[in-house]
């Protein structure tokens, strides 16, 4: 019945037309008939015009007549093509309509002023399963999910209203009983009243788009990896927390910040694939140990009608850095036992690729208090609690308090200066002779680093360690090391030798980790000008050690580059001559540690002896730092030492300084030669 009325209104127009091309033939018809009854009117026997023989012409009269039938019947013929015209217009309109409506992706119904449809195009079918049939024994809304009914029922009467409605998104039922998200407009057809007679509603399925929109804004406040809350989920909760403490003051809550130990070293051991799989594992631990904390907390509030989100407790801030929000706590000891059982967990023995790994972590933890106004402060002084408890010795847990404050603030502002410095150029290299114990003559000297600050000069102790790991010492160290070969350079030109002076830098494990720094270097003695065999790269034997299968390829690249290896502080770490034998090393540092008591202990002079007959039987050569006295370096001659150097030659300075010492150490090995002969 609904299509056959639809079908009805798509071929009243037509209807129209055919109208009005009968009205046109009967009019040309009936007009015909007059004239030709008028031309024949002329022919009759009696007819008073033809006795007249004033009057025109019979056949003239004919004429006339006949010129007007003709151009009668051309306006007919052309009137006839005009609607020949307007039909195939309209027919091709119909063809048009249907070949739209019936291969749209959008749905199309049309529904009168009682709701009831009028037509429904095909892709009612593709989209939501039913066909026109099923769909004419239901209302407008039946499928329309019950909370949506009412704002489309508002949104039609709108439309009817306005003659256009707003565009409106509502759900409607799958026939397999999902359900899918619609956007709809609706637009009213009018009668020549200017009443709504029907509604045209086009409906467009968004299912996919909103799935894709709501993916997009789970995956911006979660992790990839692991699907657990990320940091601005994380700081929003704490947030809503933090605010429900300053309602109710004897609610307590705690951050804890948890940072995985010695992960770097795993990762890049088995690759990143094993990183991210022992991450996903330690998530999972983290979740089971957070969900045992009910047995600590009590309840939120009754007073509060949000509920506790245990999804928000947990979250991955960073690489290797989890949160963990507790709440309704009693007092820090709870945060404190969690931390402990947080750290018990991760004791247990992980299964990655075949392979048991045992993880440890350092946590901090900030405790809620009166003075806190923002989230982001909470997790800041966590995270300050936690480098606490790393550099106490890792695997332990830490509660933050106001002195670490004071000295995360000063190692900021630390930071800030440092970057201002490189820019401004107030770091220096110095210079400390290396002495040959064979000739007293100076053979090279090490170049280490000061800051020049306008209240005074900054020894490495008090800025080196936070440049290494805020990696400010890269650009740092490759402008002292341009500095000190332009330099050295200077000085083989002024004090020519054989062998020529040296320059010994040393590399820090952020420096040693960068995978092109051979190139870096070469860059450098290419610009400079300085023959890599005049540089000695010291690394210290820690360095070295921590990773010896690919410590063994950066050496061999720089030893392919052409410059000298020593490993510095030898003694202070793994202690092993034999673990160097794979090393591309030409010389050893024994350690200050060791210097300063060797006048004094006899076991400590002893293993000196020890190093430097080992280190010669390895065809290494020996220097010797940190002496101070006549009497030790008096030993270290005794104990055929080769190289030294120490306060007792001289303390490091600036160029002009270590210029003085060259030049005085030439007159001396002058007037010795002349003395000799």
Not at 288 to 302: F, K, Q, W, Y
Not at 367 to 373: D, E, L, M
Not at 567 to 596: E, M
Request: some cysteine.
């Amino acid at each position: 019945m609904n299509n056959e009325r639809q079908k009805q209104r798509r071929t009243r127009p037509m209807r129209q037309v055919e109208a009005r091309e009968w009205w046109l033939w009967g009019f040309a018809v009936t007009v015909t008939l007059v004239l030709t009854a008028g031309i024949v009117s002329l022919t009759f026997p009696g007819s008073r015009l033809l006795q007249n023989a004033e009057w025109l012409d019979l056949k003239e009269w004919v004429r006339g007549l006949a010129c007007l039938v003709l151009l009668f019947d051309i306006y007919t013929v052309y009137q006839h093509l005009q609607l020949q015209r307007i039909r195939r217009e309209l027919t091709e309109r119909n063809q048009l309509f249907e070949v739209i409506t019936e291969n749209a992706a959008d749905m199309i119904a049309v529904i009168d002023c009682a709701g009831n449809r009028l037509y429904n195009s095909p892709a009612y079918k593709k989209v939501l399963g039913y066909s026109s049939e099923e769909l004419k024994l239901s209302s407008a809304v039946e499928q329309v999910h019950p909370d949506d009914r009412r704002r489309v029922l508002e949104a039609a009467d709108k439309a009817r209203l306005t003659g256009r409605g707003e565009l409106l998104e509502y759900r409607m039922r799958h026939k397999d009983g999902t359900w899918r998200v619609l956007e709809s407009v609706a637009t009213a057809i009018q009668s020549e009243e200017g009443q709504t007679e029907r509604l045209v509603i086009v409906n467009r399925d968004i299912t996919e788009r909103k799935r894709a929109e709501e993916a997009l804004a789970h995956n911006a406040l979660h992790d990839a990896l692991t699907n657990l809350p990320n940091r601005a989920l994380f700081l929003d909760r704490v947030r809503h927390v933090l605010a429900l403490s300053h309602r109710h003051i004897s609610y307590k809550f705690a951050v804890l910040f948890i940072d995985l130990d010695q992960f770097k070293v795993f990762n890049d051991s088995l690759g990143h694939a094993a990183g991210d799989d022992l991450l996903v594992q330690i998530a999972h631990r983290l979740s089971a140990s957070v969900r045992g904390v009910d047995t600590i907390s009590r309840p939120v509030l009754a007073q509060d009608t949000s509920p506790v989100a245990t999804e928000a407790s947990l979250a991955r801030v960073g690489g290797d850095e989890f949160t963990v929000l507790l709440e309704g706590i009693r007092d820090c000891g709870d945060a404190i036992r969690v931390a402990e059982r947080i750290e018990e967990r991760l004791r247990i023995p992980f299964v990655v690729e075949g392979q048991e790994v045992v993880t440890t972590a350092s946590i901090g933890i900030a405790f809620c208090g009166t003075s806190y106004t923002n989230s982001e402060d909470l997790v800041r002084d966590a995270e300050i609690a936690m480098y606490r408890a790393k550099r106490e010795g890792k695997a332990r847990s830490q509660v933050f308090d106001a002195a670490m404050h004071t000295i995360a603030v000063k190692r900021l502002r630390l930071e800030t200066d440092l970057r201002r410095a490189l820019e401004l150029r107030e770091f220096r290299v110095y210079y400390q002779p290396i002495v040959s114990l064979q000739s007293g003559k100076i053979v090279g000297f090490e170049a280490l680093s000061r800051w020049q600050r306008p209240e005074g000069l900054l020894s490495p102790a008090h800025f080196i360690q936070i440049a290494e790991e805020t990696g400010i010492i890269l650009p740092m160290n490759r402008l002292l090391l341009r500095e000190a070969c332009l330099q050295l350079r200077a000085w083989h030109s002024e004090f020519p030798c054989d062998p020529p002076l040296t320059i010994s830098v040393n590399v820090t494990p952020r420096e040693f980790a960068q995978p092109d720094l051979a190139d870096q270097m070469k860059t450098i003695l290419v610009e400079t000008g300085v023959h890599p065999s005049s540089i000695n790269v010291e690394i210290t034997e820690t360095i070295a050690m921590a990773d010896p299968q690919r410590s063994s390829l950066v050496l061999a690249e720089l030893k392919a580059l052409g410059v000298h290896i020593s490993i510095d502080d030898f003694g202070t770490g793994y202690s092993s001559l034999s673990r160097l034998q794979g090393f591309p090393v030409d010389t050893l540092k024994i350690d200050r540690a060791f210097i300063s008591k060797i006048d004094t202990d006899s076991e400590t002079s002893e293993i000196v002896r020890i190093i430097i007959m080992l280190a010669h039987n390895l065809g290494l050569k020996v220097v010797a730092e940190g002496a101070e006295t006549a009497e030790q370096v008096r030993v270290l001659r005794q104990l055929k030492c080769e190289l030294v150097q120490g306060y007792f030659f001289a303390p490091p300075g600036d160029h002009a300084a270590a210029q003085a010492l060259l030049s005085k150490n030439r007159a001396e090995a002058s007037h010795s030669a002349t003395a000799t002969q």
